[in-house]
């Protein structure tokens, strides 16, 4: 029983994880002003025939704030690469001095910073909404049990506690994300 016990508990706690590792990487992908190599990281290209990710064609770095810069490692690709950022529709214009391309990156406007808060609000709820539906899985789990009345409900105290934990945590990603937004 005590077994069946820590395998609710911690199948709770490996899913409510795993909605944080969500909410990272799309809040990751949430262009917050400055240039970032990781605002690529959706950007196919062909590359003899394959889909390739940008990264394993060409190295991809960030001179200073405003500037993303792509050395590809053989020079023969760069029109294959302006074509999968061009395909990826990030709403960059790739330039190319025959050597690597450079993508200038504009600043943000008011009502784009507000629709990207908006974006990255919209994605902590759906993570939390993941958070609230593991812990009425594992409390449903927890009704089955074969234990006293007394017991289910420590263990439900315990997975509340697990879930306002999780809950703590997205609402301060959020938070980071939203200021790193709104910050000219």
Same mark, same amino acid.
């Given at each position: 029983?005590?077994?069946?016990?820590?395998?609710?508990?911690?199948?709770?706690?490996? *899913?409510?994880?795993?909605?944080?590792? !969500?909410? =990272?990487?799309?809040? *990751?992908?949430? !262009?917050?002003?400055?240039?970032?190599?990781?605002?690529?990281?959706?950007?196919?290209? &062909?590359?003899?025939?394959?889909?390739?990710?940008?990264?394993?064609?060409?190295?991809?770095?960030?001179? &200073?704030?405003?500037?993303?810069?792509?050395?590809?490692? =053989?020079?023969?690709?760069?029109? =294959?690469?302006?074509?999968?950022?061009?395909?990826?529709?990030?709403?960059? $214009?790739?330039?190319?001095?025959?050597?690597?391309?450079?993508?200038?990156?504009?600043?943000?406007?008011?009502? !784009?910073?507000?629709?990207?808060?908006?974006?990255?609000?919209?994605?902590?709820? &759906?993570?939390?909404?993941?958070?609230?539906?593991? !812990?009425?899985?594992? $409390?449903?789990?927890?009704?089955?049990? &074969?234990?006293?009345?007394?017991?289910?409900? $420590?263990?439900?105290?315990?997975?509340?506690?697990?879930?306002?934990?999780?809950?703590?945590?997205?609402?301060?990603?959020? *938070?980071?994300? =939203?200021?790193?937004?709104?910050?000219?």
């Amino acid at each position: 029983m005590e077994d069946e016990i820590k395998f609710i508990i911690d199948s709770a706690k490996e *899913a409510m994880g795993q909605s944080l590792g !969500r909410l =990272e990487k799309q809040l *990751a992908n949430i !262009r917050a002003g400055k240039a970032s190599p990781s605002m690529l990281n959706g950007v196919m290209v &062909d590359y003899y025939g394959s889909q390739t990710p940008l990264n394993q064609v060409a190295n991809v770095s960030t001179p &200073d704030g405003m500037t993303i810069t792509i050395q590809p490692w =053989e020079k023969a690709m760069i029109p =294959e690469i302006e074509k999968g950022i061009h395909m990826a529709n990030l709403g960059f $214009n790739p330039m190319n001095n025959g050597e690597s391309v450079i993508i200038n990156v504009p600043p943000l406007t008011e009502e !784009r910073r507000r629709e990207l808060a908006k974006q990255a609000k919209s994605e902590a709820e &759906d993570a939390k909404v993941g958070i609230r539906n593991e !812990r009425k899985s594992a $409390n449903n789990e927890i009704k089955g049990l &074969d234990v006293s009345d007394d017991m289910k409900s $420590n263990l439900e105290i315990d997975v509340q506690e697990l879930t306002d934990a999780h809950i703590k945590k997205i609402d301060e990603m959020y *938070a980071k994300k =939203e200021s790193e937004i709104m910050t000219v």
